[in-house]
């Protein structure tokens, strides 16, 4: 059984930091890409950060590059999200997402590409 399990959320300061956890397991880690999302009340989910564990390329967007760093390792199926200089706007709810990147795009932050979900945990930063 496929599971992908999030953890270190929590509420942290302005300009404060978190590091997040996808623990996974259930299929062969190397072979998938692994997603960072957020949804925040009221608005649509959004990849933020992704990793191809099969060659270790990461993409992220450009609003939270150089404030969040993602990595893995593959000796413990694990994904991080290392966020720094953390702003209120990125309160959300944070999931890890996975697909398989064998013949398919090693790198994509779209929703329909992923097939297995977390269940997510909560971020919040105040001012």
């Known amino acids: 059984e496929v599971q992908l399990v999030e953890s270190g959320g929590g509420l942290v300061q302005a300009g404060g930091s978190l590091r997040l956890s996808c623990a996974a397991s259930?299929?062969?880690?190397?072979?998938?890409?692994i997603g960072w999302f957020r949804q925040a009340p009221g608005k649509e989910r959004e990849g933020i950060s992704c990793?191809?564990?099969?060659?270790?390329?990461?993409y992220s967007l450009d609003s939270v590059e150089g404030r969040f760093t993602i990595s893995s390792d593959n000796g413990k199926n694990l994904v991080y999200l290392q966020m720094n200089s953390l702003k209120p706007e990125d309160t959300a709810v944070y999931y890890c997402?996975?697909?398989?990147?064998?013949?398919?795009?090693?790198?994509?932050?779209?929703?329909?590409?992923?097939?297995?979900w977390g269940q997510g945990t909560q971020v919040t930063v105040s001012s």
């Open positions: 259930g299929f062969t880690f190397e072979d998938y890409t």
């Open positions: 997402a996975a697909y398989l990147n064998v013949g398919a795009p090693g790198l994509a932050l779209a929703t329909g590409e992923y097939d297995y």
């Open positions: 990793i191809s564990n099969s060659d270790g390329r990461t």
